[in-house]
């Protein structure tokens, strides 16, 4: 399969980075979904290696090497604090010793190592923002995946006929209580009102599942809602509720999903 | 004349060998960064720091800007080794487009635009050895060489210099068009020397 011949000079300069604004977006709309145009980007990316490699200059200064792997060393979260607390007094006097030639330092310091030091500490600012940010990501990456398991069940629930339908979407996994919900086209609420989501356990009353408002297009999310791990669900509903939500549903469903 | 290109060569195949380092597995270096093993790091860092730190310097023109590149991109793959995918090219190549991406949004002193893991390309050239690199350089340093020199001008413009195509019709007075077809020429005259 071949690529689009129209996209061809538009794609090496995308890949390049040299569109402008809309030229780009078109060309990344368009990548999307076309595989052959896709395959001839990466390709182009590889022909940009070729490119880079063309470059020469001199080497990296060694302190480049030392600072990469003291970086990775003070990435290591427990070992050092785990050494120091078991060493004694030898560890301890270490520490002191370490921590007198680091006050002698201090006070060699000049204008310009202020400064420095200040950068390094701005740096130290952003490398731990961005290891909050990796940490929540991979959190929310450990979410998620339970949800593409084998124990994950998807259940659709949407009303029978009309336009624009509302749906919504549950996916949920018995064993752990962890539940994902999202749903579409829901009619605007009153300011005192909400969605609230029902779990229908095979026995006993509609358990409630969280309560969520919709956006301005109508859209709404529930992850994992606090929620006793092993409820055996036959369905999920959805009913219209005071905002703060309700113990047992008050009104009738308008979405209901059985567990096929 | 002859024996002076071929001398070239052979300093052009040893550079990219002492560039690139010894011809431990990639692989087997990438698996021990994903077991947390730091010499595995340092021997991946030993093998392509060159590589990056030139790039960046090339496009920078700043020593300590380029080492911040060089930093921040051998932090990203021991923070992310998965991101690197073997069997879409060499990682020479991979780290050589990260580290032009980066520069490039440096130089624009934008926010990074380029996570290691939406960098996504494949090379044809089998780069598995210090000799296939060096053979390859070679033939990318003719082809530069021996390109028409407007065609040069505006592939680095827009590589080394991050320079839009509408940026550099402005500045050659050239018509858009041209610098497209330049641009996308110039590439593909790459990818066909390597391949040959």
């Not at chain 1, 006993?204 to 809602?225: C, E, H, M, T």
């Not at chain 2, 000799?131 to 033939?139: E, F, M, P, Y």
């Not at chain 2, 028409?148 to 858009?176: C, D, K, N």
Request: glycine residues 8%.
């Amino acid at each position: 399969m071949a690529a689009h011949e129209q996209f061809a000079e538009d794609l090496a300069l995308y890949a390049l980075d040299a569109l402008d604004v809309s030229q780009k977006t078109a060309v990344a709309q368009h990548v999307e979904t076309c595989v052959a145009c896709r395959r001839e980007l990466e390709s182009l990316r590889g022909d940009m290696a070729l490119l880079a490699l063309s470059a020469s200059g001199p080497h990296p200064p060694q302190r480049s090497r030392d600072r990469l792997m003291s970086a990775i060393a003070a990435e290591r979260p427990t070992v050092a604090s785990e050494r120091a607390a078991s060493s004694g007094w030898f560890g301890r006097l270490g520490w002191i010793a370490a921590a007198l030639v680091l006050v002698t330092g201090a006070l060699l310091v000049n204008d310009a190592n202020e400064k420095n030091a200040g950068l390094q500490r701005e740096i130290a600012g952003l490398k731990t923002k961005t290891a909050a940010q990796e940490a929540e990501l991979e959190r929310v990456r450990t979410e998620f995946a339970a949800f593409q398991g084998p124990e994950a069940r998807s259940v659709t629930l949407e009303i029978p006929k009309g336009q624009p339908q509302p749906q919504g979407k549950a996916i949920y996994v018995e064993s752990s209580g962890k539940l994902l919900f999202v749903a579409n086209n829901l009619p605007a609420l009153p300011d005192d009102k909400a969605y609230e989501l029902w779990v229908l356990p095979s026995k006993g009353n509609p358990v409630p599942a969280g309560v969520f408002r919709p956006d301005a297009k109508g859209s709404g999310v529930l992850v994992n809602p606090p929620l006793a791990a092993g409820v055996s669900a036959t369905g999920f509903a959805i009913t219209v509720e005071p905002k703060e939500g309700s113990a047992a549903p008050t009104t009738k469903p308008m979405m209901v999903g059985l567990v096929s | 004349m002859a024996s002076a290109l071929r001398q070239n060569a052979q300093d052009d195949a040893r550079e990219v060998t002492a560039r690139t380092g010894g011809e431990a597995s990639v692989l087997s270096l990438v698996a021990g960064v994903r077991a947390r093993d730091e010499s595995a790091m340092a021997a991946l860092y030993d093998r392509y720091s060159s590589l990056v730190y030139a790039v960046a310097l090339r496009v920078l023109g700043d020593t300590g800007a380029a080492e911040d590149i060089l930093q921040e991109i051998f932090l990203q793959l021991w923070r992310k080794p998965a991101a690197f995918d073997s069997a879409r090219g060499s990682m020479g190549a991979w780290l050589s487009v990260i580290a032009r991406n980066r520069s490039i949004d440096a130089l624009r002193k934008r926010k990074p635009e380029t996570d290691i893991e939406d960098v996504v390309l494949s090379v044809e050239a089998d780069f598995a050895d210090n000799a296939d690199r060096g053979r390859a350089l070679v033939k990318i340093r003719e082809v530069m060489r021996t390109m028409a020199g407007p065609q040069r001008s505006a592939l680095e413009m827009a590589f080394f210099e991050g320079l839009t195509h509408t940026e550099i019709a402005e500045r050659t007075g050239e018509p858009l068009g041209t610098i497209k077809t330049r641009i996308r020429a110039g590439l593909l005259s790459l990818r066909a020397a390597v391949a040959g």
